[in-house]
Every structure is written in C-alpha cells, then in structure tokens.
C-alpha cells in the first residue's frame, strides 16, 4: 500500500531565506506527483505536477524534483516571504489511480 | 473563473439526519472526486467518478453515496449521518481519468459537524 510521508511537519523560517520542503513515498511505480498549497481554511490549490518522466519542474520561484527510484521528491521555495506561509501538500497518482496525499508541512514565514 | 464549486460551505447536522453535497465544475473535466481531510489523517478519497456515468469506491466509502448527475455535478450524500463524519469535505476534478495523469483541481471545502 502507497504511503507517503512529508516531514517536517511545521517549519518556521525568517523572510528571504531558501528551504526545501521533503516528500517521501514507498512504492516508486506512480503515473505522477502534485504539490499543492493549502492555506487556512481553504481549498488546495495545486502548484507543480510532476509527471513520472520528468526530474523538475519550475514555477517562479518554485521547483520541485523528482527521484522515482529513492521514492522521494522536494519542493524548494527560493526567497521566501510571509505570503508563503500556507501548509503544502505532496500527493502521489499510484497504478490504481488514487491520489494519495502525505500530512502536509506547515510552513510560516516571519518578517 | 469560478473552477470548482462545493455547497453548502458550512453545515450542522444531529445524528441520524441526512443530507447532501453539491459539486460543480465548469472546466469541462471528465473526473470527479470526493475527499475528507480530518487532523492527523490527511486528505482521504471517499468516492470518485472516472467519467459521467461512472462511480467507484475510494479509501473510505463507507456511509456514503454519490451521484454522478452530468459532466459538471457530483453530489456526495450522507444518509445517516454519525459523529465521525465530522471533517471538512473537498471535491475536486480532473481532466483525465482517474488512472490517468491530470491535474487535480479542488474546491474550497464544505465544513460538515455532527452533533
């Protein structure tokens, strides 16, 4: 059964600074990986897609990567800022064609 | 761009009252889903629907129906409803099926508390 695990799960960091967030998943046979963003009560609102083929992808100053065989994928955030704040999700499309979502990370940004 | 659209955002209900659901997105998608996001648990799919005519059982069905009514609306029904069906529900659609590669694009929740 897929699982997937996001750790850490709250991260505080001061404006500016560059972090990476981590996703982990234990079976690498998935059609894709999304990170979403998901800020308080609200909807998720996706943010890359990652299709298996690929290593990254890149939106602004977004990239998140891809290591199917370590079963692993990061989202780095460069010069962050307090509108960053949001937890952020990982999900993985599996064979089966579930989504299955890690816990999330929740991330504050301070100024 | 209204994407996807969930009612009612909030709703109280007493053990044992039914009630449903509504989605509608207006992306011209093929796939609907249902999730529940609890604390601690994350985000778990209770139903989807492939295409328009199509159904099926997600992680977590039980206590639950849904209705595939055209391309645009998936509604979510809770015929009994019990105290841990208290969670926030999303919906969400994708273009492509659910064994596909499609984005998946949600709406903003409907906030549901059994008494």
């Known amino acids: 059964k897929q699982e997937v695990t996001q750790i850490p799960a709250a991260l505080s960091v001061p404006e500016g600074e560059n972090l990476v967030l981590n996703c982990s998943f234990t079976d690498s046979a998935i059609y894709n990986l999304q990170w979403f963003r998901q800020d308080p009560g609200k909807g998720l609102t996706s943010l890359l897609l990652?299709?298996?083929?690929?290593r990254e992808q890149t939106s602004g100053r977004l990239n998140a990567s891809l290591d199917k065989s370590s079963g692993r994928s990061t989202l780095y955030i460069a010069a962050s800022q307090p509108g960053d704040s949001a937890t952020y999700l990982c999900?993985?499309?599996?064979?089966?064609?579930?989504?299955?979502f890690g816990k999330g990370t929740k991330l504050s940004v301070k100024p | 761009n209204a994407g996807v659209t969930q009612t009612p955002k909030f709703q109280v209900l007493k053990t044992g009252q039914s009630m449903t659901l509504q989605c509608a997105q207006d992306?011209?998608?093929?796939?609907m889903y249902w999730y529940r996001q609890d604390p601690g648990m994350g985000l778990r799919l209770i139903y989807y629907?492939?295409?328009?005519?199509?159904?099926d059982k997600g992680e977590v069905p039980n206590g639950y129906n849904v209705s595939r009514l055209n391309k645009r609306e998936f509604s979510l029904r809770l015929e009994s409803a019990a105290p841990s069906q208290t969670s926030v529900y999303f919906c969400?659609?994708?273009?492509?099926?659910?064994?596909?590669?499609?984005?998946?694009?949600f709406g903003e929740g409907s906030r549901l508390t059994v008494l």
């Open positions: 999900a993985v499309k599996g064979s089966q064609g579930n989504l299955i």
């Open positions: 969400a659609s994708s273009e492509v099926p659910a064994g596909g590669l499609g984005e998946l694009f």
């Open positions: 629907s492939a295409s328009e005519g199509t159904t």
């Open positions: 992306m011209n998608h093929n796939s």
């Open positions: 990652i299709q298996s083929s690929q």
